[in-house]
């Protein structure tokens, strides 16, 4: 069974730093994209940031280009996404989630969500002073 189970959320201020971690168990993340999501309140998910687990192409979100960071430890089957310069805009439940490898990266996830058909629970990034 694909299970996914983040961490590392909290409360910063702005300009401060997290970073989520994504544990997989039930499959080999090396075989997947995965992807990381947002949802702040009032508004849809979005992607913010997702990596091809084979080859390690990435996507960023426009607004979190050069502050986020997406990595992957196959060994660990975890991927992280590291967040820098974090600002209150960036509040919200993240989200990591699997897909099979069907489309360019940046193609799942900018606009194909529905092909991530394994959640986590979520956790949730409060940015503010």
């Known amino acids: 069974q694909l299970q996914l189970v983040e961490s590392g959320g909290g409360l910063v201020q702005p300009g401060g730093s997290l970073r989520l971690s994504c544990a997989a168990s039930g499959f080999t993340l090396q075989d997947y994209a995965i992807g990381w999501f947002r949802q702040a309140p009032g508004k849809e998910r979005e992607g913010v940031s997702c990596?091809?687990?084979?080859?390690?192409?990435?996507y960023y979100e426009d607004s979190v280009k050069g502050r986020f960071t997406i990595s992957r430890d196959n060994a660990k089957n975890t991927v992280y996404l590291q967040m820098n310069s974090l600002k209150p805009e960036d509040t919200g439940v993240y989200y990591c989630?699997?897909?099979?490898?069907?489309?360019?990266?940046?193609?799942?996830?900018?606009?194909?969500?529905?092909?991530?058909?394994?959640w986590g629970q979520g956790t949730q990034v409060t940015v503010s002073s």
């Open positions: 989630a699997a897909a099979g490898l069907t489309f360019p990266i940046v193609t799942m996830c900018s606009s194909h969500r529905f092909l991530f058909r394994a």
């Open positions: 990596i091809n687990s084979r080859d390690s192409s990435t």
